[in-house]
């Protein structure tokens, strides 16, 4: 059985408060899960549908419906390469190619070592700064395969 | 409520506030093509199938939400709607497996309907088809074929709305959208099979009932379901005198457009082990007999005991023309003032507050009121005529009493068709006419689906044939003396 620390406990009641009911507090709900657990497994879903009172169903519907929700296990450093049109004109392609000839994964894979996981997402809103890429929650913009390069070399 | 008048395809309109552009057509006999939208169900305005043209609005609407307005000039057979129709098709089979030389849901499916009044054009998607998964297993009697399902909802809708539980969902989304339990779990609610009902496309299909029939192969028969006191109103479909399923029918005083699982799958008395010949049992000897046979046995063993003395049990799952005509018999050529009933008592009968009661017969009010009394009153009696069936009890009852059956008019196999010395062979639900009594009170018809098979004949039939031999006999006896 899993179960939400004491202090996630304490911000999920303080995120309660912020809505009409609890069944409306579901997404701020699984991003609590998926922060405290790493991934949203069905059975996190299912003691998040215990928590809020709404069923399994409901849960694995909307879990399954957002893909910023990992239902399986990512890397350590999560990279997210935007594939949308202001990047893809700007090389975001040959960005994607790089880092999967790199670390020697497809979309959606993790490395052996479970240090990076990738995956390519639709418009990150940082069309301005094309290419960019993710990489958890932080931004990387203005990319080229040698800045690419030096970001991965920095990761630990 | 205030009425709102409006005009849809130049007909003159007249409805109450609040009704949808949809019903207010369909008032005027104008279909307007759906697929989410079920006159049972919450609206969910999702398939855009029903999409229409009014006056002075910038957008077509969706017809199944949008509520009417005064003086609204709705158009919903234009040219543009016409083409938006195909759109939303063309949209739909895009990915849709055109499988139906092998679905069962063909011949009842919109999409094949709508394509041959809306598209009949060629696909013009040359690229591969998203694959999902196909023959899911879902629980209940529900098998799922993903890649024919449009995301209607139509069927979650049922499971929240009918069955009051959560158990559907769609899961992903755009064209990799599915319909699914959560992993791991089943469907496992009483009224799943009415998914399969809902279902437009041949996503959700019945276990019990696909690859069986071809749909267009199929007769229906209005009647009433005899699994319980409710007597939900029922379609049965049939042919060559054989069941093949039972879908609801319409009555929104007692089942709306739905009915129960067991109910729905409970037509196996009709089909099989069915007793379609009279038997004669004599000292142990079970013979099969011609039904004149079979009647002057029973009239000479009524002969040798006093007729007055005869007790009839009638069936509380038995029409109420059926039980009038044991009651007259027993009255008038018995003489006899003994009536009392029997009735499926399973042990523990499921109930629910939706449709299901806990009184698994379908006219309990009609031997009610017309004075049955229950077996277990029985206190002496020189022998017993027997309808439809009796519980482990009072057989128990009869043997202490010392009590023999005489006659046993059977629709299924029994214990009772050993211990019985006559079995009559009677016709099942599905093959006469009469009334039952549901539990609200209201007197409710079922129809003959089919002549009734084999050698059985109706209860009427058998009494009257017997009341002749027996009058017969009286007035030789006259004579003789």
């Known amino acids: 059985m899993i179960e939400f620390s004491t202090q996630t406990k304490k911000k999920l009641e303080e995120c309660l408060t912020h809505y009409p009911t609890r069944q409306a507090a579901l997404l701020p709900t699984l991003w609590l899960a998926q922060e405290e657990f790493g991934t949203v497994t069905l059975e996190v879903m299912e003691y998040v549908a215990g928590l809020l009172d709404i069923s399994p169903a409901h849960v694995y519907s909307v879990a399954t419906f957002y893909t910023m929700f990992h239902l399986k296990p990512v ?7 935007c594939r949308t049109l202001s990047c893809a004109l700007m090389g975001g392609e040959r960005i994607l190619d790089h880092l999967k000839k790199r670390l020697g994964i497809e979309e959606g894979e993790v490395t052996p070592n479970g240090k990076f996981s990738l995956c390519a997402v639709e418009c990150l809103a940082s069309c301005g700064t094309a290419p960019a890429m993710m990489i958890n929650e932080k931004y990387y913009e203005n990319l080229d395969v040698q800045k690419v390069e030096k970001i991965l070399d920095e990761l630990k | 409520m205030p009425k709102i008048k409006l005009t849809i395809d130049g007909k003159p309109v007249e409805v109450e506030a609040g009704t949808t552009l949809l019903q207010a057509a369909e008032t005027v006999g104008i ?60 949209f739909l089979l895009i990915n849709h497996p055109l499988d139906c030389p092998t679905c069962d849901q063909a011949g009842e499916c919109r999409l094949q309907d709508y394509y041959m009044q809306y598209d009949k054009i060629p696909s013009r998607f040359h690229e591969e088809k998203v694959h999902k998964d196909k023959m899911i297993d879902l629980g209940a009697g529900v098998m799922l074929d993903q890649e024919r399902c449009i995301a209607c909802t139509r069927c979650i809708r049922v499971c929240q709305e009918v069955a009051g539980v959560d158990e559907l969902c769609l899961s992903n989304r755009g064209d990799h959208v599915t319909i699914t339990t959560f992993p791991g779990k089943e469907l496992s609610n009483p009224y799943a099979g009415n998914t399969v009902d809902v279902c437009p496309v041949g996503a959700l299909t019945s276990k019990e009932f696909r690859f069986k029939k071809r749909v267009w192969f199929l007769e229906s028969t209005s009647s009433v379901c005899p699994g319980c006191s409710r007597g939900c109103n029922i379609t049965v479909q049939h042919q060559e005198s054989k069941v093949y399923r039972l879908l609801p029918r319409l009555n929104s005083e007692v089942n709306s457009y739905w009915m129960c699982d067991e109910g729905r799958y409970g037509f196996d008395s009709v089909n099989d082990h069915r007793v379609l010949r009279a038997r004669i049992n004599e000292e142990g000897v079970s013979e099969e007999a011609g039904h004149e046979d079979a009647l002057v046995e029973l009239a000479s063993l009524l002969r040798e005991t006093s007729l007055s003395e005869i007790a009839v049990v009638g069936h509380a799952s038995e029409t109420c023309e059926t039980l009038e005509n044991l009651q007259q018999f027993a009255k008038n050529s018995l003489k006899s003032r003994y009536f009392f009933y029997s009735r499926f008592d399973p042990p523990h009968p499921y109930s629910d507050n939706i449709l299901m009661t806990a009184d698994k017969n379908a006219n309990q009010k009609g031997v009610d009121q017309l004075g049955f009394k229950p077996l277990s009153d029985l206190k002496s009696a020189v022998g017993v005529l027997v309808l439809r069936d009796l519980t482990g009890q009072e057989m128990e009852l009869l043997d202490r009493l010392q009590i023999p059956v005489l006659a046993f008019f059977a629709v299924n196999e029994s214990p009772l068709c050993t211990k019985a010395k006559i079995v009559l062979p009677i016709p099942s639900y599905a093959e006469q006419e009469g009334h039952f009594i549901n539990v609200q009170g209201k007197k409710q018809k079922i129809v003959p689906a089919f002549e009734p098979r084999g050698e059985s004949r109706l209860v009427t039939e058998w009494l009257n044939d017997l009341k002749d031999l027996l009058e017969s006999a009286g007035q030789k006896k006259k004579i003789a003396c």
Do not use: F
């Open chain 1, 75 to 81: 890397g350590k450093y999560h990279l997210q390469v």
């Open chain 2, 31 to 90: 279909q307007i093509p759906h697929y989410c939208y079920h006159p049972g169900l919450k609206l969910a305005g999702n398939c855009r199938m029903c999409l229409v043209e009014a006056e002075k609005m910038p957008k077509p609407l969706a017809s199944c939400v949008a509520p009417v307005q005064e003086g609204m000039v709705v158009k919903t057979n234009t040219d543009n709607v016409i083409s938006l129709r195909r759109s939303v098709m063309e």
